[in-house]
């Protein structure tokens, strides 16, 4: 085994407990001899190898899936992953997300056929447009080049990851911080204080925390290596990675549309699109749309980037629990897809709307705040800042559980519910929240997409300030199209990042219901996390 003195020095001066002892090599290559017992029954190193008849077996932790392994023969992924009980969970979260999505598709109809009625007032360009009243397709031009911008920092995002792994943690916290900076302070020079002053916020809380991650980079960087490792002989993380992000893209330039459409369709004032069918115009019909709209695309991505997770966590959890490419299951990744999109819809959507609620109201929060300090109301601005924080915390804690839980339904079918509750159980008995809480991929790959988010932002915002449509006269709809800016182009790269953070989220999650998996077959990843982060040793032997 490595060595590293100055890590478990600085470890045991940390925290001021000793290291766990060394785990005997030659016992754990004894199992060898036992590789035709499941691998939650496999005894431990302190047990006897085989149990006499009045002994009982090793029993697995609480809430523990129970897998099937047959040695004989190769299997596939819903024998070495068998679903207990019902094979469909949650059958009225995933009816309620397909009634949602109709209801997208119909507002989205009405109103784009309102739009392509009226397209005279409306433009056909950048500078034709003669309405005053409310977004054109100025507006939408401007939508499709922040999504344009989104898909290529991503795609160059993940080819970072994927060739300098070890310096991406790096490359994120120095770019998110940089261009940041850049954000607030052109918002500020072109006197734009509102929005100037929540970037320059965002940009000092991104600095503390980058600081204060500099000592955990190195188990991260491990960690990222391992799944990137796995991803680069599972080109179909990539590929999955790839479709998810397109798809993502896809729907941001139809929800881009859709909500210029809404606002051409019903927004009152000199508008000809009041007389074309789909029902008259008025301010409250705009605001009930759009709130409805927001929420559903808050939905949509949350199901498709959940999707994404679910899929890519059974290509990792069948990497976890075989023995190599030989023992790896067969249609692995088609199979982890189907069971996401049939027996786990359900739980997806269910949890999904979960974070699509919180961040709706987080969205709510930010254009409040911005439209009171752009107004001078520094008290409300203030207020709203508060709430807009306590969301984000909210919002980060049941993202921490979502990411767990969703690779138990991977595996294993569980309902939302259920599978968060095990998930959770687990990681606190068995002390991977040490090791979630060591690594940083989750973080960072959020502060990759703020980076993008920043990029769209301001790309939208240099795009109003070069073309000045007319219905922006006076900056009243700058606050909305930097916030929805912001939004698809964090949306965007957090589909495109999914799949290799899903990687890690997997083997915490695999190395929790079963951590002697990792020591036998995974033996090499083993011992470079011990050389980074000697503590790993106490979470392996809990």
């Given amino acids: 085994m490595a060595n590293n003195g100055e890590a478990a020095s600085y470890y045991n001066d940390l925290e001021g407990q000793p290291l766990p002892p060394q785990p005997n090599e030659h016992a754990w290559g004894q199992r060898q001899e036992q590789r035709q017992m499941p691998y939650h029954l496999i005894p431990g190193p302190d047990k006897q190898q085989q149990p006499g008849p009045n002994q009982q077996q090793q029993q697995p932790v609480p809430g523990a899936p129970q897998q099937n392994f047959n040695m004989d023969s190769k299997q596939n992924y819903d024998q070495m992953f068998a679903i207990q009980g019902p094979k469909y969970r949650d059958l009225w979260a995933g009816l309620l997300f397909l009634a949602t999505f109709a209801g997208f598709v119909v507002v989205s109809g009405i109103s784009i056929h309102g739009y392509s009625s009226t397209r005279s007032g409306s433009g056909n360009g950048i500078y034709d447009s003669t309405d005053t009243f409310g977004l054109t397709t100025n507006t939408v031009i401007c939508l499709i080049i922040c999504i344009a911008v989104a898909i290529i920092l991503s795609v160059i995002y993940m080819w970072v990851a994927r060739t300098f792994t070890k310096l991406l943690i790096w490359v994120t916290g120095i770019a998110n911080i940089c261009l940041g900076l850049a954000t607030a302070i052109y918002m500020l020079y072109q006197k734009y204080w509102s929005g100037g002053i929540v970037f320059l916020v965002f940009v000092v809380f991104t600095i503390i925390c980058f600081i204060s991650w500099i000592p955990r980079i190195p188990f991260s960087v491990v960690m990222l290596q391992g799944s990137m490792d796995v991803a680069r002989r599972r080109g179909h993380v990539f590929i999955v990675s790839l479709i998810g992000g397109l798809a993502g893209a896809a729907f941001g330039v139809w929800f881009s549309i859709t909500m210029v459409a809404v606002y051409v369709k019903y927004e009152p004032g000199n508008n000809p699109a009041c007389d074309v069918s789909g029902g008259g115009c008025s301010q409250a019909k705009v605001i009930g749309l759009m709130v409805f709209i927001t929420f559903a695309g808050y939905w949509i991505s949350e199901w498709l980037k959940n999707t994404i997770h679910t899929t890519v966590a059974g290509i990792y959890g069948s990497w976890y629990f075989s023995r190599g490419d030989a023992d790896f299951p067969r249609g692995a990744t088609r199979s982890a897809a189907r069971r996401a999109l049939t027996y786990s819809f359900g739980s997806i959507s ?193």
């Fill in 350 to 542: 269910l949890g999904s709307l979960v974070v699509a609620i919180i961040n709706f109201l987080r969205q709510l929060c930010s254009i409040a705040q911005q439209q009171a300090a752009g107004s001078g109301d520094t008290l409300a601005s203030i207020f709203f800042c508060l709430l807009g924080c306590f969301i984000s915390i909210l919002d980060w804690a049941v993202q921490f559980v979502n990411r767990y839980a969703f690779c138990h339904i991977a595996l294993y079918g569980s309902s939302y519910f259920e599978a968060a509750k095990n998930t959770w159980t687990m990681i606190k008995n068995r002390g991977i929240d040490a090791l979630v809480n060591q690594c940083l991929l989750g973080p960072v790959f959020s502060m990759g997409a703020t980076f993008v988010a920043y990029a769209t932002a301001l790309s939208a915002y240099v795009f109003l300030r070069v073309t000045k449509p007319a219905y922006n006269d006076d900056g009243s709809y700058t606050p909305v199209i930097l916030a929805y800016a912001f939004l698809v182009g964090l949306q965007i790269c957090n589909i495109f990042t999914t799949p290799i953070s899903s990687g890690v989220d997997t083997l915490f999650v695999a190395m929790g219901w079963d951590p002697h998996v990792l020591l036998e077959n995974h033996n090499d990843l083993y011992q470079r996390m011990v050389e980074v982060y000697p503590r790993v040793q106490q979470a392996i032997h809990n």
